[in-house]
């Protein structure tokens, strides 16, 4: 059992579904350049490889507190909200819904996370 939330657990899940070396990319990159020396230039996978990575950090980024707000993003103007600034963003926040967006249409997808 994880104590993640489940929009961390469902974008962990979709990212992990992504095959930078998937097949339909390798038919479309010449089969000789793959053939002769193991990659394309394209760079395809690595750019793949590299925004799942970046988008695990962002991920990482913003956390839940124990309050269930995220630690990063606020509602508002920014300053301290003692000071009549700025509220944390529930959770899941505004930048962690729109990157479950790509995804809306999968049947674990919570209508919840919906950005609209």
Not at 68 to 96: E, F, K, N
């Amino acid at each position: 059992m994880t104590d993640e939330h489940p929009i961390a657990v469902f974008l962990k899940a979709r990212w992990d579904e992504i095959d930078p070396d998937d097949a339909h990319h390798r038919h479309e990159c010449d089969f000789r350049q793959l053939e002769f020396f193991g990659d394309c230039s394209c760079r395809v996978p690595e750019l793949t490889r590299r925004d799942i990575e970046a988008k695990r950090q962002i991920l990482d980024e913003h956390s839940i507190t124990n309050d269930s707000v995220c630690s990063t993003c606020v509602t508002g103007r920014w300053g301290y909200p003692a000071h009549g600034g700025a509220d944390p963003q529930p959770y899941p926040c505004r930048t962690l819904r729109l990157l479950a967006q790509r995804d809306a249409d999968h049947d674990d997808f919570d209508p919840g996370w919906s950005t609209d």
